[in-house]
């Protein structure tokens, strides 16, 4: 279905791999604060992490040396809000800090070594999703704290990719929310992403504030879901206007909804060969 998607049917310039096998829980499963100190090295002999490694491997061999091909994978701290929920995760932070460091200094270790792994297989780089730098999640200081120093430990082994994509998550529900971006810019990755239609900043803002490509322009809950020629082409020239052409990939701001009509995608994949 990946190779389908954004080979076949859109022809896209880059393959993301958005993974059912996400890694396993821990186990025994975390209850309580201190629970976060008991988690375990994984590496990617492990299923979750092992199947990945084939997929890339597949793709790669299907699609040829030269498409770009990501693999979506979550940060650390992103990674907690998956195993227990976000409320869950954030309130155990507060409660051990100490026990929840060790945690996410083992799922970033985990993932360190599945990073390497990728790349070696195939992977032109990660597209690496961080939740929680938003102010109603934490502060910028505890997202300095508790997010930064173990995405950057995740992310040493990915030097050897050449599109790594930072991708700084903003939950759409959350009006009013403050995106900390600046925070990300000096990352050691090639693309910055966010949903710069819905959340700060735009394009044009973020253009001086960094020195990196920048993934954005749609509105992934906007005329890609809903519809419309105008307002998707409106969306298109915006994004191109504000940025010049340059230093710009063109794509949906985060995960269009599942049960969306692939009848506008297409209008948009139709619009983009106009503006070319």
């Known amino acids: 279905m990946t190779r389908e998607f954004f080979q076949t049917k859109f022809a896209l310039d880059i393959v ?6 996400l890694p396993r829980d821990p186990d025994p499963a975390i209850t309580q604060a201190a629970d976060w100190a008991n988690v375990t090295r994984q590496g990617p002999e492990a299923p979750s992490f092992r199947e990945q490694l084939v997929c890339i491997r597949s793709l790669r061999s299907a699609l040829g040396p030269d498409i770009p091909l990501l693999l979506t994978l979550f940060s650390p701290l992103a990674t907690t809000f998956r ?32 990073i390497g792994a990728a790349i070696d297989a195939g992977a032109s780089g990660v597209f690496f999703s961080c939740m929680g730098a938003t102010s109603t999640d934490l ?17 040493e082994s990915a030097q050897g990719g050449w599109l790594n994509t930072i991708h700084v998550h903003a939950d759409p529900s959350q009006k009013g929310d ?32 960094t020195d990196k490509c920048l993934m954005g322009g749609l509105d992934e809950r906007g005329p890609l879901v809903h519809g419309g020629n105008q307002e998707t082409e409106q969306e298109m020239r915006d994004a191109i206007a504000q940025t010049g052409g340059r230093r710009l990939i063109l794509a949906n701001g985060c995960s269009i909804p599942d049960e969306s009509s692939e009848e506008w995608l297409r209008v948009a994949r139709r619009l983009v060969d106009t503006l070319a």
């Open 16 to 21: 993301k791999i958005m993974p059912d096998l």
């Open 139 to 155: 502060t910028p200081e505890e997202y300095a704290r508790f997010g930064r120093p173990y995405d950057l430990q995740a992310l």
């Open 178 to 209: 403050t995106l900390y971006f600046d925070r990300f810019t000096d990352y050691p990755v090639a693309v910055l992403s966010w949903s710069d239609r819905l959340t700060g900043p735009s394009l044009s803002e973020a253009l001086s504030l």
């Open 83 to 114: 195993f227990v929920g976000k409320a869950t995760a954030i309130a155990h932070l507060h409660e051990q800090p100490e026990a929840f460091e060790q945690g996410l200094r083992m799922l970033a270790a985990n993932e360190n070594e599945l």
